[in-house]
Structure formats: C-alpha cells, structure tokens
C-alpha cells in the first residue's frame, strides 16, 4: 500500500490502527546492462509484495543515493554523504512527527547503509517510543542462503539484480571473471575496470531462480516487519 | 522516456543526440481529498506526454519538498529549505557532470519555488555552458487561461488537481469558500482554517474540462523544451 | 522606532508593553538607475512610517539576499539560498527567545520570499505560542491597486521604486519595453537582456503618484501590524 | 561613500579606478547605557570618516554577530559561529567576484574577530590577486594609546564606546567597579554579574577627550586603508 | 614515523622522497573492558610497525567517529555523520593540497566506513593525480584468516580487540553468547541487550594468538602501503 | 588520568565521584624548528600534570584546528571555522549528555579561540546546569608573568613552546627579529615574511626557565579546574 494512494484522510485512519511505514532508499546509478534505477525498483518490489501481506504503508522512495565512484558512468547522479544524511534525517523526523513511530528502511543500496544506519540510531535515541529497522534484501541470510541454493554468486549488476522489473534490455550470456577494484578507487579507475559495469558471475538466471530468490527476500521483509510490530 | 527505463549504455547513446533533460519536483503534502503525492503525479504525466513529443529523458523526481504548513495533516512529510537545496544542488550539478547541459526543472509544488530557481542559477552562473529552465505547469498562462476558460477558479487541492491520476477517493461535490490564510500562519493554524485542505472552488470539473486543461499544460511544457534546445 | 535607538533597559520595558518586532529584509542588487539598496531602503521607510503609528520596533535589516541573477551587474551581493536560511533561523529564533512572539516580516526582495516564508512557519510551529506576519509592500492589494490606480506598469528597477530615498542619480524619461527573460536565466543572459537594468515601463512617476503609492504601502503595513496584534 | 548611495553604474565607474571597499562587521547586543548597535555605529561612523579621506566604499554592514553571552539581555540577538561564518564567506566572495580585490573588514565586536580572520585568509588563499585587511578600531595601538593618554580604562559598554552617536539616554555619573566573570561562562552568569552590561569604569568622558579618541581611530583606519593600496 | 615527530622542514624533505601518509580514524567508545579508545589504539598500534617497514608517516588521527548506538555507555561520544564527513574532507583535502597525494586511510570503527569511503573517493574523484587507499585491519582477509586459524570468533570488544596497549582492566574468563541485536537498535536497546558491551566470543586469547594477529595485521598493512605506491 | 586509560566502567565510577573533564583543542601547524603537533603536546602535558593533582579526566584532544595562515608550510592542516565548530559541538554536547557537566577546554592554538568560546556559551546556556571553562596556558597572567620574570618575549614558535616534548629537531641560537605581518594575510604572504616560521625572539631558553614556566602554567590550570568545581 503505498502512501501516494492514499489522502490525509486516509493516513489519518491508518495510524489509527498501525504505525509502521517503509521508506526505500537507493541510487540512481549504473547497474550494467540493468536499469539505472534498479536499486530502487527492486527493494520497492520486494516491499509492496511483503506490505500487501502485513498491511503496511510504503512512502515515497528516496531515488538519489550516495554513488561517487560510479559517476564516470552516464545516468549515475551521487550526493554527498553531508546532502544524504540531512534528506534522510529530515524524511524520518517527519514520519516520527506524523505518528509513524515504528519505520522499516529498507535500503537498496550500499554505499547509503552506514549514513542510514547512523541517523536513524540518532533519531531513535533522540525519541524514545520509536523503533527504527534497517533491512537490505540482498544482505539478508536467507537471501544469500537462496543465492548459494542455486549455485550462483551475488554480485552488483549480476543476474542477483536481473529480475523483470530491473530488465531494460538483453543482457550477455556467459559469466564475468569478478574484477579486484580497491574500494577507494577513483571513478576513473572503477569505469577503466569494471568496463559494462557488472561485478562478475553470471547475467542472467532461470525465473524458476528468481522466482525463488524473490520470494525469500518477501519472506525476510515480512519477518522484520512483524518483528518491528512486536 | 524515463531515466529508469534505460542503462548506462542507453544514456550514454542518448547523450550522443540530445543533451536535455527534465527533473521533476514536488511535495509529499496533503491535497485534501486527492493523493499526497499530487505534486509528483502531476507533472510527472505532464512530463512523460511532453517528453514523449519531444523524445526528452526525465531523471527520477524527488518526492519530498518544503511543505511546513501542512505538517499537521497525517501524511506530509516537510524538509528543511536548506537540507531542500543541498538535494537539489548535488543532483543538478551530478547532472550537469553527466553531460545534461540543457535541464528543465519542472516543479509542483510552490513551496519548492524559490529555492529552486536560486540554485538553478547559481549552477548555471557557475557552468557557463548550461541552460536550466524551470517550469511550473499551473502557474503558465496557457495553463491558467486553459482554467479561465472553463471558467473555474484555480486553488491548492481543488478540482485543478484533480485528475485521472491523482484521484484516490470521491472527492464532494459544490464548491468550498476559499479560506482566508495568513501566507506564514503555523501549521496548527492552516489545519484549523482549512479543514479538509483544499483551498476552495470546486472539487471537480468534467472530463472534458480535465483533458483541455492537460492539454494546455503538455502544450507549454513541449514550448519550454523547444525553447531550451533553441 | 528602531532597536538601535534603544539600550537593553528600553527593549525590557518596550517587552512588558508589546511582543511585536518587525524584520526588514532586502538585498545589495542593482536597481538600474536606483540606489543598490533599494530594497532595503524603501521597506525600511515604510516600516518607519507604520511603526511610528503603531509604536512598535523595527530591528536592524538584514542588507543581502538571494539575487543569483544580478552578480554580472557590479554592487550586486549575493548569498547562497542555504546562509540566507541560516541567517534568518538564527536571527528569528533569537528575538522569539527575546521574547518577541509576534514577528513581522517585511521582504524587499522577490528572491528571499520563498525562504523566508518556510522558516517563518518552521519556527513558529516549533514555538506554538508566537505568530509569524509577512509582508511584502510591492505585492499588496492596496499596493497593487495604487499603482494600477496610477496606470503605471509595476516592474522591477522602474518608477515604482523610485522614491526620494532610493534615487541617487538621474532618471532617464520615457518607457522601456520589459525584456523577455526566462525567470533561471544565468546571470550573464541576464545582463545581455535586460541592459541598464529596469525591467520596463516608466522610469519615474510625478511626486503626487508616489505619495499616494508610499501611503497605500503604509496603510498595508499598518493593516498588518493591527492584525497581528489582534 | 556608501554603497548604496550609488547604482550599479557608479560602481562599474568606482572600480575602474579603485578596487577597495570596506565591509563592517559588528553586533546587536547590550551595551548598558548605550545603543544596542554600538558595535556598528561606531565602525560605521570611523569608516565613513576615513574613507571620506580615502575615496574608498563602504559596503552595507552585517548587524548581528557572535554574542551568545548577552542573549539574556533584552534586544540582543546572536547567530552561532557557523551561520555568521556562512555569511561572511558568501558576502566577501561576492565582493571579490564584483572585482573589489583589496577588502579592509572593519569589525566591531570581538566575538566575531576568530571566524572572521579565519574566513578572510581562506578567501584569500584561494585567490591570489586578493588582499584582504582586517581592521578593529579599539584594539588599535594607536587608539589604546589616546584612550591611556586620557586615562581612561577600555572597557565593553563604558566610557571608550559612549559617542554622540552611540548614546541612546543618559548613562551614570561616576565609575563601575570591573566585574571578573569567567569567559565562557553561561548567559546567565553575564547577566547575573554584569548587572548593567559595562564592564567597568567611567561611563562617560569629555567631549574633547571623545574627539582625540574617535580622531585616532579614524586616522588608524586611514592607515590601514593606505597600506592595502600599497 | 609520526608527522607530530616532525617539524614542518621534516615534512619538506619526507615530501620529496614519497607523498603517501596514513591517517587513522576509530572512536571514542565503549569496548566492555577494554579501552575506550581501542578503536585508535589497535589501529595506530599496527600502523606504526607497517609504516616502519615502509618508512610512511602518520597523520594525527581523529579520535572520535559515529557511534550513536554507544552513546548510553560512560565514556562514549559519539558525532553525527555531517560532521564525520566535514572533518574527514578538509582534513584529507588538506594533506592533499600539501602533497601528499597519496593517502591511505585506516579506519578502526565500523560506524565510520560508510562515510569514510564516500568522501574519499569524491576527493580522489575531485583531484585525478591522486590515489587514495582504504584499510581497515579487522575485516582484511589475512587477518580474518589468522582468527580463524586460531579458532576464535571476531567480535566487537572480545579478544580479537584485546592487546596489549588496549587493555586497560582485567577481563573475564570464558565465553559470553552472542546477543542479538537489531543494526539499528536505539542506544538504550543496545545497553540493556549487550550488558558489558563485548559482542560474545572468549575475552581473551593467549598471547602467541595475538602476536600472530596482530604480525597479519601489519603485514596487511605493509601490502596495502606498498599496492598505494605502485 | 586520560579517559582512553579507563573502559566504561572506569568511567562510571569516575561520575559517581566527579562531573568535571579535560578536553585539549590545538592544530597541526607549523612551529618552525618544533613539532608540528607543539599545540596539541603542549597544553597535553600541562594537563596532565594539572588533571594528577587535582584527579580530573581528559578527553582524547583534537589535534586538527583553523590555521589557513599556515598552509603553505608542510604539514600544515587546517579545517574551516564551520568544520571546527561543528565538531567541538559535537564533542561537547556528546560530554554534556555523558553526565559531564563541568567542562574545561584546554586550547593551545589562537586560532580556534573565537569559535571555542562562541560554542561552550551557546551549549551551556543550552543546559543551564553545566559550566564551561575556558584555558589558554600561554595567554594565563600567571604564565605570561613567568615569561616576564625571565625577560624573554612570548611569540608563536619561539623559546615559549621550546619544551623536552615539543622539541623534534635542533633550533638555532640567537635572537629573530620578529616580522610585522598582516593579521589576515595570506599563506603565502605568511610564508614569504615568516620564513622558518618563528615569530621572533629567541629559539630556546635554559631548562630551569623552562621548568618555572611550565610550573606557572600547570599552577594555573589547577586553579582553573579548582574553581570549575566550586
């Protein structure tokens, strides 16, 4: 259920009976032969498949993250930690203020989780009756557990970020030798050696795997929003 | 066509024909009887016809602005000014590092305006080979005389926004008094004098009233965007 | 009556007669043939002017603002749209902790408007027992009609700001015809149209015009401070 | 020479043949008998003294600064070191931008004295064709020693500030004991030890003593302004 | 070799025979009964015996980082992550304008790394003629290799924290059970879940074990100074 | 007793006996023939003399201040006024929150002192039941009169901070004439009139001086921290 279907009216009713929300983070960067947008289209798949589920709203995602070493590659645009941390702090505070006093962020991105993870501590211990959670799909146990089940290794822009809703054109067949790259390098360095952009392994996996490793990250989410709720 | 349905390949091919795009600004604020996310839903479908015309890419809009009057109605979420601009600042400067040298902001939200257009020039005084332009599809005089014709006064939340898209719930019929709000009353004041949130007139008009009306703002978008390439 | 006319002993005793202040904020920006500091000095003649009658404060002005689009005409200041919020937060929240829980203020210039009017909100739904007035003399109804009452065009840099007191060399006469600028033109396009810096119409008025201009200016501001009072 | 008692011509004339101007900085805080803005009357006042000498431009001035230990006393307003930081770069880049290359800040409150100095050869450093001067007209050698030549102790708020432009009412005969407060005590202990807000001594001189002591001051700015023409 | 060993013609000389300099980064806070500083110690401990090898200097390192989950244990204080990353940029940009240009950071706290990266490599991005490394010895292969030979598991404030020069009390006998605690549990979560602060695992290991530890470390370290240089 | 020697519940107990803590600001600057680090060793030593006697902690020091005159001397690293600030709040309110309520910042370095000064206020008047004190050793009476008693002049990098501990390398005999210098100019104008870096006067006094102007300033800090507690 997503916040934007909704009026004041209906918000007003929503808090009347719960008061968790999912706000999605992510970035809008290159993500090989994937969509520029996939660290956004796929946690907010995964939630609105696990909110339908536990009835809980999903605000606005926030589309822009923290990217700087890919902005040598076109569509990639990254903020600034200082610029992330204080949209993030003022989205939150502001769901805190509207009643919504248990937020599940549900971060598809990296290179946004130690900044998230940091404000929402900070929000949390500035208003005691909240309780922030953190989930991010691809990290999560039983996501990983589903990756090795089908034998294949997880990395950015492999066929662990393939789905459907993140396909926006063919992809290659065959596997890519994983790069090393300092995780420091430049943008330069990172375009010179990454080339289209995956991490390595495999493009693409069988719908029968996606399949199965989507509904275990469905499952994982679910499980956090129930325990946010307990 | 949408940032998010292309990869880095796409962009980097579009780059090599055009060097426009279109940025999208809004609210997550209540609308009265319409979605909190009119703001968005609006231009954004403004914006896919217009740049459907015109073959422009539109980047991912972001959903959050300065909306500190409607904090008090459940559902709207207000960012500072300051943490507003330094959003928008990194994005457009990302997106002039990327190569978009002619970008139109296409703003919903009043609340955004003046911060917006500030840094829009700021950018452009500093990157001399850049055009930014901004648009407001409500504010245009295509779009307002589009409204003068039908004969209906334009107000916040009444039957201006109410679209196909932005609707979310039966909205009344008749017209509402437009309230008389002082321009900085507190929040608790604008939810006491405003009631519902819209700012008065009608609630809706007809169809066709709606399709001429979108029209006029497609219309004058498509202007903007040529105006930019000239 | 000014703040600086008076010690701390005087403020303390203003304090236990009357909460209101009056903030006049401006800009360094070039006025054509105009005084630099046209909007600060017209604002603060008719704050003068109101004040006198209402017997209340008027705190030192704050001569910067936002006017990104004029730094390519020499005099022209500008401040960044985040110190321009800064400033004004400190300042605001600063005289509330006075004690001055009814503030009014009175903005010379266009560019700090959308600013100033979301801080004002913001520190006053974080102070619910003060109450936040803004006004801007040149777009007031009674303004507006004055001038229309005059059958003088109103633009920036033209005979509607040219009083006695911002005057500081001669006037051409006759009209200019109001450039067209697109409103995020960069500072440089807006030098190349706009020339001497008027944006048309008639460069000044008789005597007669502006007396009865600077009046409806007055009696608007007065009609302000009485409300807020109220 | 005031800024703004000159349009954006004047100025384009003036730096054809100058390149320097005079920023004052000071503060709106108690000063016991005297004008809560004595911090820029009376740099104000020297500057338009010496630069009347020197041809030089005086931009408006910056009226609130750094003065947390006052705020408990009606009518002072401090803004934190960051904001007035803030505001100081934008405005002393802006001059530099507009080709004022040769800067003399001429400050009056010594709060403000560190972030200033800071920010001055920051700007400095990163454009080499600039000169910037820093210029407190109380702490100058020559000014201490007309105050000694009178014998007369310096203190905040007493005789040493007291000007026909400064008083704002009658101050009282005879001499204040210096109070010892800690320096970074709390507003609260300023208030509680300071009493009237001087810091001890005399509360007024004589006429002509006034007159040796401002002369001095003015031809210690004159100075100044000629070494940064050098 | 520490740079606080040196004075400025030291540095002369050192810069121009190498530009690389190692700035560590950690915490001040809690570790059950080690140090409160042990995020420094260890890390600083390690580079002084790899940059003995390689004949690099050390920067002075910054010894508090973003902890906010710490913050209800004596001793911990924690800073936002704004601020985190202001410090971080002028500091690293500051040793880059002085040559240095390339900088190996090596971060002892887990919260800071999100961060720390980000604003390395906008730097590097920023600067093209430089390279900046990151190292953080805990969760380097070799090292996590060296804990697994020694059977032990990794967590924060357990043996693999407890050194020498860490160690500032006498720490328990046995093994303490892992609790679990949600990432972004509240300050006042943490400390009524995790009791004396260590993470589980044995509180010590004999000091053979830790000797070939921290021996791994160093050698990590020396690789990666030596992967900078080439 | 340095807090990085005691684990939290070192600490808190230390709070079950006493609220008052250390914190010791400087830079790392250039001090010609001496450490770059001198201000931070110096006021270090100082206080642990002071802080033995009188059983007081002390916080890990901030080794990194504003010193923009200083950077065109190797090693030189300086952080923007706002930097600074904003980490020394940090710091600060995370001590207040900790339960340390009486604060003596120990700075060894001029230019942090405004902005220093400015935040203790604005905190302390934030929590009305804190104090903060404020030490500068080499600017305490009883320190300069120590200085005075040996007839040696007091300037940056001379004889006064020739300590066994800030002393890395041989220094010169004789007396340097001390340079006039603009208080605001820049690095390299610094460089230009500075040379080695001293300010003047003599390089190095005899240990016995040495060790009574140490003993004035340990002497005076005891004090300081003596009358916090009152």
Redesign the interface.
Known sequence: ML??????????A??KRDDRIVLVTGA?E????????AD??APMAIAQAACEKEGVLI??????G?S??F?T???????????F???V???IE??V???FHRIL?SNGHG?????L??????V??AH?D?????FEWWRHPKVIAAGEAAGLPLHHANWSENFTFTR??DVPDGDKAPPDI???????TYRALLGD?SFGGPYHASDDVMARYFAAAVDAMVEELQ?LKA
Chains 1, 2, 3, 4, 5, 6 share one sequence.
């Open positions: 916040l934007e279907d909704l009026n004041w009216m209906g918000v007003e929503y808090l809008c290159q993500h090989g032969y994937l969509s520029l947008l956004i289209r605000a606005p995602p926030l589309p822009y923290v700087p070493y902005v590659y076109p569509g990639t645009v990254s903020v600034r930690p200082e610029t941390a204080a949209m702090r003022d989205v502001g769901l203020a509207q009643g962020v290179g946004n989780a130690g900044i993870s940091a404000v929402l501590i900070e949390s211990n005691p909240t309780q922030m959670g953190f926006v054109a300092p995780r420091t390098a430049s943008a330069a952009g325990r």
